[in-house]
């Protein structure tokens, strides 16, 4: 009897180790509630999609880069902060670049606002911020008002800053290495001595995939460049229901994060196609029909780990898109400051990394202003001898002129 009660005793706390032992299954989050715009900004998200397409067409083209990976929302509001400074034909020049025709200035600031304070709080199980700041020189005339609708709109740090001290370029990098969660921890080397201010965004993603791939099930695997050369890969895999899509051009892969308020769409090129032939069809429109396209079904997916890491200094794109003055010495901010200034670079910094867990991204944005032409004081002090003509200025007619040699208290 003894023996019986010892062997149930020991099957007991067995089995209570096992279910202890045993990893808690993942709850699977509560879908999304869609972000509720109101009428008209629809309007502005297409605008801004292909503000996104155009940009990354425009980079690669530009940069000669094999892995390039941007952040067009960044860029648009680092723009959208440095546009509400601009004044006639600049300022037209930059709505056509950053595709805002037929938008009104409230319109336009309203979208910024609503993407920057809903987008980061839609997907509890995702971690997504969006910073802003603006920095200029100490005694630099900047507008209240510009200033004003910055803070308001955008939400930037605003901080005026001795440029000319050592720290002032650790004091930005900083708080750019602070938003992004330290994957960009520069995004100035120097500060010229032109200098007058810095626009900046900052944008920081983690996300977890809603279905995650197994770590057991990635392998080493080939994948052929675009030199069509093969290399070896950590080729991720899994087996599950997605949304899908294919037509003569790619395969669409739809890989959800959190609670789906997210996602990855993944463009596979059909197999004599090239991302360039994918990138000629791609528009607002056509990406549209594609993703009303998508469809659940089962698909076995291959996808390798990768981390790609990009700087771009986006003037040349920007100004192919339309945005020219800005860059200039004809620039008009005469909304952001009485003083002559124009845009010197527009930096853009990226980080991506994908693995089984999931995605991680940064990406900052600086724009730099430069003062085209800083008003001198003019020093003109007569301790010498000097000239003198008195005349009427409607004919030019002289009236009396001298040379004084010596002046005598008087």
Not at 4 to 31: A, F, G, H, M, W
Not at 151 to 171: C, M
Request: proline content about 4%; charged content about 20%; glycine content about 4%.
């Amino acid at each position: 009897m003894k023996g019986i009660i010892n062997l149930l005793i020991i099957v007991l706390v067995t089995t209570s180790c096992t279910v202890q032992n045993e990893p808690k299954p993942i709850p699977v989050p509560v879908d999304a509630k869609p972000i509720a715009l109101r009428a008209g900004l629809e309007k502005r998200v297409t605008q801004d999609n292909e503000f996104a397409i155009d940009l990354l067409k425009k980079t690669i083209a530009t940069s000669g880069e094999t892995n390039v990976f941007v952040s067009p929302l960044s860029v648009s509001i680092a723009l959208g902060m440095t546009w509400n400074g601009a004044n006639g034909t600049t300022k037209s020049e930059m709505e056509t670049a950053l595709k805002m025709n037929g938008m009104s200035a409230a319109d336009i600031n309203d979208y910024y606002k609503i993407m920057q304070s809903t987008l980061p709080g839609i997907d509890p199980t995702t971690k997504l911020s969006i910073a802003n700041s603006l920095w200029y020189k100490t005694g630099f005339e900047v507008k209240p008002d510009f200033l004003k609708v910055n803070s308001d709109y955008f939400n930037a740090y605003i901080k005026e800053l001795d440029f000319t001290k050592a720290w002032a370029v650790d004091t930005i990098n900083n708080w750019c290495a602070k938003k992004t969660n330290s994957f960009i921890p520069t995004i100035i080397d120097q500060i010229p001595s032109d200098a007058v201010m810095y626009l900046m965004n900052a944008v920081y993603f983690k996300g977890i995939w809603r279905k995650q791939f197994d770590k057991k099930n990635t392998s080493v695997l080939k994948f052929t460049n675009e030199s069509g050369i093969k290399g070896d890969v950590n080729m991720m895999y899994q087996k599950d229901t997605f949304g899908y899509a294919q037509t003569e051009t790619a395969q669409y892969l739809d890989l959800p994060y959190g609670n789906k308020a997210f996602s990855m769409t993944v463009i596979l090129p059909a197999a004599n196609k090239t991302t360039t032939d994918v990138l000629n069809l791609l528009t607002t429109d056509t990406w549209k029909a594609t993703l009303s396209s998508l469809y659940e079904r089962e698909v076995m997916v291959y996808l390798p780990r990768f981390k790609v890491t990009n700087k771009f200094k986006l003037n040349d794109e920007l100004q192919n898109m339309g945005m020219r003055l800005a860059f200039s010495d004809l620039a008009d901010f005469t909304n952001m400051t009485s003083i002559p200034v124009q845009i010197s670079e527009v930096i853009h910094k990226t980080y991506v990394t994908v693995d089984e867990e999931g995605t991680e991204a940064a990406a900052v944005t600086s724009i730099g202003i430069i003062a085209t032409a800083m008003p001198e004081i003019i020093v003109f002090k007569v301790d010498k001898p000097f000239l003198f003509v008195i005349r009427e200025k409607s004919t030019g007619v002289i009236l009396f002129i001298g040379k004084v040699g010596n002046v005598d208290k008087y």
